[in-house]
């Protein structure tokens, strides 16, 4: 299910411009004045350089909305450049190889 879910949304970011998709990505900015400046107590007695160093839940899903933030923009990219300067010339040519294949073997097999 996961899987269909996370095709889904790349779906939905290839077909939303650049500012929708960017908005997708980048979490909302809630933050209440209560949080500010609190600080919890290390779990199990750990000391307090632990509790410091040690990465947060909060730490990996901002590295996660960061590399999100990073495909969405390299997409854009990729897709302004695309419609700039049309596809790459080997691109094409590939898919006409593809092609001469695809119809060599069609022949090869309407024959036997």
Same mark, same amino acid.
């Given at each position: 299910?996961?899987? $269909? @879910?996370?095709?889904? =949304?790349?779906?939905?970011?290839?077909?939303?411009?650049?500012?929708?998709?960017?908005?997708? *990505? +980048?979490?909302?900015?809630?933050?209440?004045?209560?949080?500010?400046?609190?600080?919890?107590?290390?779990?199990?007695?750990?000391?307090?350089?632990?509790?410091?160093?040690?990465?947060? $839940? @909060?730490?990996?899903? =901002?590295?996660?909305?960061?590399?999100?933030?990073?495909?969405?923009?390299?997409?854009?990219? *990729? +897709?302004?450049?695309?419609?700039?300067?049309?596809?790459?010339?080997?691109?094409?040519?590939?898919?006409?190889?593809?092609?001469?294949?695809?119809?060599?073997?069609?022949?090869?097999k309407s024959k036997a």
């Amino acid at each position: 299910m996961q899987i $269909a @879910a996370f095709l889904s =949304d790349l779906k939905s970011l290839s077909i939303c411009t650049h500012e929708a998709a960017i908005a997708l *990505v +980048k979490p909302a900015a809630t933050t209440n004045a209560s949080e500010v400046g609190q600080v919890s107590s290390p779990p199990n007695g750990a000391s307090i350089t632990n509790a410091i160093n040690a990465p947060s $839940a @909060a730490d990996e899903t =901002d590295s996660e909305l960061q590399r999100a933030n990073e495909l969405v923009s390299l997409h854009y990219d *990729v +897709k302004l450049k695309y419609l700039e300067t049309g596809p790459d010339a080997e691109l094409e040519k590939a898919a006409q190889d593809v092609e001469k294949v695809l119809r060599d073997l069609s022949r090869l097999k309407s024959k036997a």
